[in-house]
């Protein structure tokens, strides 16, 4: 009987085989990565580390798409996660002195813990929707207070510095990334290997469930489907997702302060998926360049200007391209690489 | 006659005082064919929705191949072989046919064998053609219906029940429906139909359900007669 | 008198074509009946009268106006009614609400529900404060023709209105519609599946395939088993 239930369980990954539009895909993201790779032949020192931000911090983006964008929850606290990465990250290596792998799988582990918690309780009872996304603001608000209460251990307000770099040992020789290509490297590979591994996931039978429970939760369960649980493996995974993002960040950046678990990064998080195009992974990801590019910009001008413009960018958006940035490209390029293929007239 | 799969005793449901379902026993035996038939309001869904999980009764029990089932979670019945369809066509809208009938596969965990039962399931009911291509919103609604059924049907289901099937098909696909089910071995069906066409062609076991409880079960073409059934449904035939 | 015309209308659900050069006429107080297999366009059609659905051609005048490309309330207030398949009425809202929703069509200060329709379906006045969705499938479907009628149409769209209906009630439809044609002297352009109340009602057929009608005839055309097999099999 085991037997038989692993073999479900795998055809779950079991992918259908590539379409055109995929294979448009892989070119367009390979051409992408590759023109990243080579980037610090040009970039400076400091651009250099700016992209290096976006592209953990679209790690971000992703594990927030990879649940809103597929099973329709939305988390409006979602940096709780990311926060909760960072600073189990920050403590353990900083004055745990725990080597970088440990810390980092405790930074997930402790991320996978809260959702699956918290998770439980709310999944299970049937929360969904815009319940769903107030409570999970809660806990970005509760883990912000948390921080600034325990100043003593967290830092406070001004959080803590001098984080040590990722060291890993390997094949017996260690190596630290503390310099501005490897650390380029480290955040280009690992978001490479989150989008491709979301991608991969999602293109087999697994997103076609996902995608079913977003659609008809009802009809899903009549079907069979255990719903919830699959909803609480789904936002288990995105915390985690998120949880790597942070402590990669502060692992990067080598500080950590209570704005990243609060619910102004919250948000954001929220501008990028929405404005990059929900449920196409490549979108939520290319909307957190553009918005952190132009909030730079702006706050070098002036602070005060840049929750304005980005009220009025958003609102743009929604009006201009109500389903993010990824399907105005889409009806722009008309629909002979992203359809299914030629639409036939609906009688038989 | 082969044994009792189904079985409810003494099913009570009301809903602020209405009574919905009022004392209902019912046996169902496996590879039977049984049709409910009942005015509007009669109570025939609610019965429907008390067999799959969907409500719990305030009183009675429901046994499935020996098993009680009250209380158990919705997704496990149709594990066990109970399939439903609903009276409204319910499928997934932003997904291709095929696409729906692969779920459907999944739920009842046969993914990994079943790949050319989704073709065959396409045949008959007539969506090979748009199977990729369409989405099931823009379906027909007849054609929804077909696609709902080929939903439950993949599953293999040892119960299947079908609420109202015939609704929005031509006199064609009624027939090819009946006939359909007609064929169909190993399993236990219950429909719920206003359609007396489809009735009469399925001549079954027909329970008639009326204020929430059941009023007549016998061969269809006795009920068809009897004067009480023509007075509160049937109408001058 | 020619109520309604419809000429050379092309409709499409985004690139797929749908309707493909619809042509018919339909006189006061005729009413008319639109067959054909699932999927031929039948409810789009509807849909296209009522204006939810554009079409990319074509015209659509109502005793002498262009109704073409107007949006759906404008449509209303001229006087056509739809009652979609599967009822439609607001579940949330009592019987009451529903026939004052209804009234909004009419033309004129003061909007009132017209008597009649308690004549017409009894059973909605014992049930006024009743929430819609509490109503059985046959009670809903009083309810969605009541509240149509309600507007005081000249144009009635019915789609499917006995799908899900018991026998001897759709019998009693039968009856009903071209009662409430004769004394209201509304048109009605009727979908139906059952041939049954479809014969009995009209006075002409359409029959739809692929977008288009292809064959007009009298009710007593279709007791003929083969043209029934011709137009309707699958």
Redesign the interface.
Known sequence: MTGNKLRNLLALFRQRPLQARDKLFLVVIGGLFLLLAVYPLWGDSYSLSVMRDVLIMSIFALSLDFLWGQTGLLSFGHSAFFGIGAYVMALLTLKAGLGSLTALVCAMAASASVALLTGYFLIYAGVRREYFAIVTLALALVGQQILLSFANVTGGDAGLIDIPFLKFGLFGAEYTFDDNLSLHFLALVSAAVVLLTLWLVLRGYYGSILKAILNNEQRALALGHNTSAHLLIAFTVSAILAGLAGALFTSTQGIVTPELIGPILATEVIVWVAVGGRGTLVGPMVGCFLVIRMRQEISSISTTLWPLVLGVFFVLVVFVAPGGLATLVRSLTGSRFFSAGKKERPWT | MSQVLLSAKGLKMS?GG?KAVNHVDLDLAGDELLCII?????GKTTLLNLF?G?LRPQAGAISFAGRAMVGR???????RGI??K???P???????IK??L???L????????EAGAVDEILELI??R??A???MAD??????KQWLEIG?ALI?RPKVLLLD?PA???????TR?LAEMLLDLDHLSTIVIE???AFVRTLNSRTVVMHNGEIIRDDQFSVIEQDPLVGD?????Q | MTIIEITDIFASYGPVPVLVGVDFSLAQGEILALLGRNGVGKTTLLRVLIGLIKPTRGRISMAGQDLTGLPSHRIAKMGVAYVPQGRGIFPKLTVFENLMVGTRAQTGKKRVIPEEIFTYFPILKDRLDQPGGTLSGGEQQMLALGRALCGRPKLLLLDEPSEGIQPSIVQQLGVLIPEIVKTEGVSVLLVEQNLDLALRAAQRCLVMEKGSIVHEGHPDDFNDDKVVKKYLAI
């Open positions: 809903f209405v009942g005015p509007n309001g009669a799959t969907i979670p919705l997704y496990e019945y149709a594990r399939i439903r609903f009276q409204v319910s499928v997934f809208s932003e997904m291709s696409q729906n692969e779920v459907a999944l739920g009842v965990g046969a993914g990994g064998a007539g969506l053609s748009q990729d291509q369409t823009e379906l027909a609604h007849g054609q939903m599953c109202e609704s929005g098909m031509t006199k064609e696909e090819k206003h359609d007396m509160i449904y049937l109408g001058r």
